[in-house]
T-cell receptor, first 115, second 116 residues
Framework: QKEVEQDPGPLSVPEGAIVSLNCTYSNSAFQYFMWYRQYSRKGPELLMYTYSSGNKEDGRFTAQVDKSSKYISLFIRDSQPSDSATYLC???????????????FGQGTILTVHP | DGGITQSPKYLFRKEGQNVTLSCEQNLNHDAMYWYRQDPGQGLRLIYYSQIVNDFQKGDIAEGYSVSREKKESFPLTVTSAQKNPTAFYLC???????????????FGEGSWLTVV
């Protein structure tokens, strides 16, 4: 079983829809959670960072972390064709020691928003 | 502009050859990383370096080598010992981790390596 599971999709939605992207994980030590967006043939760019449980909102994007369920989500409101990309969740257990820099990534979900 | 520059963007390698991928950053980040991305497998860590002249193996270091002689530079060599090198390679860097940023990392644009 992988430490982080992410539905690869593909996910296709009409413009204006609310999109929900999700990851589950098995390592209860994870406490730093990130979402990256990756356009085709480009490097991933950081969208959201969340520490521990709770919600965080940034414009049309909302990140949720439920540590009790080992489940994180990214919601995109009023989705646009420019949101079409692969979305990667990533997480880590600690900031230092042997875990330094060791983000564990999900497989990525391919999202297409059509006009 | 500040950022992470990877070169070349596309590279073709003949079997048995070593190739080196360049990564330079001007963000004044202490830590640098190399990831490999294959379809359907997410990103896997090859090597990382927290400070100059020091680096650590990641999850899939076999067949790869790195050096960190300067803070700004972290080149990756794909050796002939790497049996399946065709992939998208991503260099990344990060600030010293702290609660405000966790250990969020920032990526370059990537290099495509194809074995011919």
């Amino acid at each position: 079983q992988k430490e982080v599971e992410q539905d690869p999709g593909p996910l296709s939605v009409p413009e204006g829809a609310i999109v929900s992207l999700n990851c589950t994980y098995s390592n209860s030590a994870f406490q730093y959670f990130m979402w990256y967006r990756q356009y085709s043939r480009k490097g991933p760019e950081l969208l959201m960072y969340t520490y521990s449980s709770g919600n965080k909102e940034d414009g049309r994007f909302t990140a949720q972390v439920d540590k009790s369920s080992k489940y994180i989500s990214l919601f995109i409101r009023d989705s646009q064709p420019s949101d079409s990309a692969t979305y990667l969740c990533a997480m880590s257990a600690s900031l230092g020691g042997t875990s330094y820099g060791k983000l564990t990534f999900g497989q990525g979900t391919i999202l297409t928003v059509h006009p | 502009d500040g950022g992470i520059t990877q070169s070349p963007k596309y590279l073709f390698r003949k079997e048995g050859q070593n190739v080196t991928l360049s990564c330079e950053q001007n963000l004044n980040h202490d830590a640098m990383y190399w990831y490999r991305q294959d379809p359907g497998q997410g990103l896997r860590l090859i090597y990382y370096s927290q400070i100059v002249n020091d680096f650590q193996k990641g999850d899939i270091a076999e067949g790869y080598s790195v050096s960190r002689e300067k803070k700004e530079s972290f080149p990756l060599t794909v050796t002939s010992a790497q049996k399946n090198p065709t992939a998208f390679y991503l260099c990344a860097s990060s600030l010293t981790p702290g609660r405000s940023s966790g250990n969020t990392i920032y990526f370059g644009e990537g290099s495509w390596l194809t074995v011919v």
